[in-house]
């Protein structure tokens, strides 16, 4: 997986990241992070476990409210009511958030069905054409999220984040708990999405081999602070010791 | 319970804000009912069945005694439309749906489905709650009126057949017609529905504000039934006596 060397004309959102503050009761998560991201980049924020990346994320997409600072999605606060009816932003969560009630068909096409978007028809073609871009087969539109694999679930979310074009698509761990196989297809679509409508990708990971294959630039989040920012060429040249550690840990048995 | 008062308030005052989009959700609202009634029919025949009978084993012989025995129609009748229909379907309803409901809701917010339909731009209240809480609310209801029926059957049944009682068959229900107003099933139904909504909302709530994993989930069904049982209990005697002045009203 390489990042394409030029981009489409982006429709993607640029995010403005100002002094960011969250807390957990006396455990601060968020230290004050500052970051710009550009529109229709990939932008993927690495970091250890547990460094605040997911709760970054949630931030992002109005999930929490920070207790100080600001996050602006094109010029409009992230926490404001209505950043949902101005610009289509999607996530992809960690477990998928898929409806277990609904049909891959059903939880794929929910977007354009429940704003009445499209006649069904056209939210049927919609749907296998999604389906088709993510790989899937069009016989699991009929099937039920708990009778498909890990892999598949992911792929599934991301066809769902796919309709209605986003300007801003939003990752969590998209590889977590998928086999390296499966991990490059998904690295791929991220990819080929980003190529093909120009949204703007986030990608929360702590997975190495995807954030240096898919991103533009790379951010490494720790214990709440951003404390390196740049291209994958220039995070892998940081002399930051945190960093080159996180980098260099691998399995070596004795 | 008390504190989160307040937040099922807003709960409710959101639910009934997207009552309009009730009729474009009637396929969620009709799936809802069916689910209901599903769950809850053959329990609320048998639970009816025996109510009714029991209060007539228990009142039959007393009443029989002092020469009474021709009043037991009515007694049995009054007591099932305008107390225990009411308050044994709720108790039903909040253990078997009320539960569930907490549940489903539960892990969807566990494991990030709400938080999905938000990023969908999908308000939960109007996608989840709604439908649930209305379809509630016509269920209850018309489960009042299936356990009145039921119920009064079961009475006729044991007060014609146990030999201590031994009242026809004709006589219960004679006196029935001539005590049971209709304003008495009004009062029952009217409760009902009141009992439905708390159900809903409570349920729903504690299931829209289930934290951490399994265990948070189980803590939110326990949540859901305990305070739907108190609620509704403290709510029947403020409507019962709120609903005093109909008892003057039409006779069948």
């Known amino acids: 997986m390489n990042a394409p060397a030029s981009k489409p004309s982006a429709t993607g959102l640029p995010v403005a990241i100002r002094d960011l503050r969250k807390s957990f009761g006396d455990q601060p998560v968020l230290k004050g992070v500052s970051f710009d991201i550009r529109a229709g980049e990939v932008f993927v924020l690495m970091g250890p476990s547990g460094s605040g990346k997911s709760v970054f994320l949630r931030h992002l997409i109005g999930l929490e409210t920070p207790d100080g600072g600001e996050i602006r999605i094109g010029g409009e606060l992230a926490t404001s009511e209505d950043i949902g009816s101005k610009f289509h932003l999607a996530i992809v969560f960690q477990s998928g958030g898929l409806l277990n009630s609904l049909t891959v068909a059903e939880n794929v096409g929910l977007y354009l069905t429940e704003h009445r978007l499209k006649p069904q028809e056209e939210i049927d073609r919609i749907v296998t054409e999604k389906l088709a871009l993510v790989k899937l087969d069009p016989g699991v539109a009929a099937q039920f999220p708990n009778e498909l694999s890990g892999g598949m679930r992911k792929r599934v979310a991301i066809a769902r984040a796919l309709v209605g074009d986003p300007q801003l698509v939003l990752f969590d761990e998209p590889t977590s708990e998928l086999d390296p196989l499966v991990a490059l297809t998904i690295g791929r679509e991220i990819l080929n999405l980003n190529e093909r409508t120009g949204a703007t990708c986030v990608v929360v990971t702590h997975d190495r081999d995807l954030a240096f294959g898919i991103a533009d630039r790379i951010g490494f989040l720790n214990e709440g602070e951003l404390v390196v920012l740049g291209t994958p060429a220039e995070i892998r040249a940081s002399p930051h010791p945190l960093l080159q550690q996180f980098l260099a840990a691998d399995f070596h048995p004795q | ?252």
């Open chain 2, 1 to 252: 319970m008390f504190q989160n008062l307040g937040e099922m308030l807003l709960l409710l005052a959101a639910t009934l804000r997207a009552i309009p989009r009730a009729w474009r959700d009637r396929r969620k609202v009709a799936d809802q009912l069916f689910d209901i009634g599903n769950a809850s029919l053959f329990m609320a025949c048998m639970l009816s069945l025996f109510i009714g009978g029991v209060l007539a084993l228990q009142t039959g012989p007393v009443l029989v005694q002092r020469g009474l025995g021709s009043s037991l129609g009515g007694l049995v009748a009054l007591g099932m439309c305008k107390e225990l229909a009411p308050v044994m379907m709720a108790v039903l309803i909040a253990g078997r749906i009320g539960s569930a409901m907490a549940a489903e809701l539960g892990s969807m917010r566990v494991y990030q489905e709400i938080d999905a339909l938000r990023t969908l731009n999908i308000d939960p209240v109007n996608y989840l709650v709604m439908p649930r809480v209305l379809a509630i609310a016509i269920a209850l209801p018309c489960l009042v009126v299936f356990a009145n029926l039921v119920g009064w059957t079961g009475g006729a049944l044991v007060a014609s057949f146990n030999d201590r009682i031994s009242v026809t068959w004709s006589a219960f229900f004679g006196n029935l017609r001539s005590v049971v107003e209709f304003t008495d099933l009004i009062n029952g139904l009217i409760k009902s529905f009141f009992f439905a909504v708390v159900i809903g909302v409570v349920s729903c709530h504690q299931g829209l504000t289930t934290l951490g994993g399994p265990r948070g989930i189980g803590r939110s069904v326990t949540k859901a039934v305990v305070n739907s049982l108190v609620l509704i209990l403290l709510l029947d005697y403020v409507l019962t006596r709120l609903l005093l002045p109909l008892d003057n009203g039409w006779h069948f």
